[in-house]
């Protein structure tokens, strides 16, 4: 099985900047698209960016142009850059794998999930 474990979390005030990682286990990790879902307390999960295989990226319309996600195989990792963060950011983010190397927004297409990590951006 895999394994995906996130760090990376805390308070932060708008405006500022985090760094999420997602550390993954298993020797499959360069064929997987890999994506970043978040969740709000009392809201639905939602899709925020994803990559794939060939290191092609897909983001969400709401976190365009702030967030950057990235992998490196070689540590198998992917990483969320989130800037001009926005009290909306705040949610537990989770970071999730499927086999296949195409992205997809649908969380259903995604085999693996880590336990999340708490994002809280202060106003």
């Known amino acids: 099985q895999v394994q995906l474990v996130e760090s990376g979390g805390g308070l932060v005030q708008a405006g500022g900047s985090l760094r999420l990682s997602c550390a993954a286990s298993?020797?499959?990790?360069?064929?997987?698209?890999m994506a970043w879902f978040r969740q709000a307390p009392g809201k639905e999960r939602e899709f925020v960016a994803a990559?794939?295989?060939?290191?092609?990226?897909y983001y969400a319309d709401s976190v365009k142009g702030r967030f950057t996600i990235s992998r490196d195989n070689a540590k198998n990792t992917v990483n969320l850059q989130m800037n001009s963060l926005k009290p909306e950011d705040t949610a537990d983010y989770y970071c999730?794998?499927?086999?296949?190397?195409?992205?997809?927004?649908?969380?259903?297409?995604?085999?693996?999930w880590g336990q999340g990590t708490q994002v809280t951006v202060s106003s």
């Open positions: 298993g020797r499959t990790f360069s064929t997987r698209a």
């Open positions: 999730a794998t499927r086999l296949v190397g195409v992205v997809s927004d649908a969380g259903y297409n995604y085999d693996y």
């Open positions: 990559i794939s295989r060939t290191s092609s990226t």
